[in-house]
DNA sequence: CAAAAATAGGACTCATTCAGTCCTGATTCA
DNA sequence: TGAATCAGGACTGAATGAGTCCTATTTTTG
């Protein structure tokens, strides 16, 4: 498996379609029609991604949330480490020492560090902005599916 | 948190202590002790790496595990597929089509195919080898350990 | 000023998965 | 033949994640 949760899959095709629509804010019950996924957990990860600072929000009726930074600032580490926490192969890793029972005589740590420093550095090159254009839909369909699903 | 499993954290353990004792086999009870992981569980693992071809086992009274290939040879890539199955960092990710209910209309796809190589690729740049060599205790430890666990 | 719409935050339940244990059989060596 | 070891799978308990829901608080609008 090796997977991350559904909150960051979720967070990255919510941030990926804010950043393809720049221009205005959207609500929560918006982009969960848009992206066809569940509200209540739509919101849940907007809350979370809004707390971790990557997206701005504005309450009232004619709130919504937008990106707080320029998409090329945003990486996919820093949205996976906003909704999954410190990126962490090992429990070793984590920052407080001493959470693992073999710390004294263990020779492998610098190992683990060095193969999380790897996968950590992978998803640092990539950025929200590499994301948005390629997934960038025929702007068209812009509203085209809003209503289409019930929820 | 985004971590793999234990089995995989066990098993690059095991993989790790086999390379540096390359000369004979060692049993399931005797790298438990080495290791002190808890033996029932690191048995599965063993199992498990030797279903996966890279560990070679051999029964009977002088028998145990030893390493079917050249530690060079080994990616950690290939030892986390092993046990934690494949690298799919999302649902979408994975072999069969139709997993994910958004496919069609999913202009994202490719990007989760991006990031998960990038993934892939940083944990097959390290080899068995590279985290054998730099987690080398001093020799002398060899057995020194045993018997300080009951397990 | 009041109502509606939206976010903020957290508590809660259910399902899934993982860690770990255990048992039964097959193989090898002395 | 018997002891030690691997092979394979079934099983249980705990941890975690996904998802829902409820109650404030804020902002706009009529
Ligand atoms: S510090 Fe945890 S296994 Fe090394
Ligand atoms: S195919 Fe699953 S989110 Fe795109």
Redesign the interface.
């Known amino acids: ?5 559904k909150q ?2 979720y967070g ?2 919510l941030m ?1 379609y804010l950043a393809n629509q720049p221009e205005r804010p959207f609500s929560a019950p918006d982009l969960a029609v848009e ?2 996924l569940p509200l209540p957990t739509v919101s849940k990860v907007l809350k979370h991604l809004c707390r971790e600072g990557l997206l701005s929000s504005h309450r009232g009726v004619k709130g919504g949330y937008s990106l707080s930074q320029d998409p090329r600032q945003i990486t ?1 580490a820093a949205m ?1 480490a906003a909704l ?2 410190p ?5 070793c890793i984590e920052d407080t020492p001493g959470s693992c ?2 710390e004294d ?1 263990c ?2 740590r ?2 683990w560090q ?2 999380n420093q ?2 950590t ?3 640092e ?2 950025s929200l902005f ?2 948005a254009v ?4 025929p702007l068209v369909q812009l509203g085209s ?1 809003r209503g289409a699903l019930a929820n």
């Open positions: 498996m090796l997977r991350m949760t960051a899959d990255i095709v990926s992206t066809q996919v996976i999954d926490g990126i962490a192969f090992t429990e029972s073999q005589n020779h492998l610098a190992n060095r193969i790897s996968v550095q992978a998803l090159d990539i590499d994301l390629s997934s960038r839909p599916v």
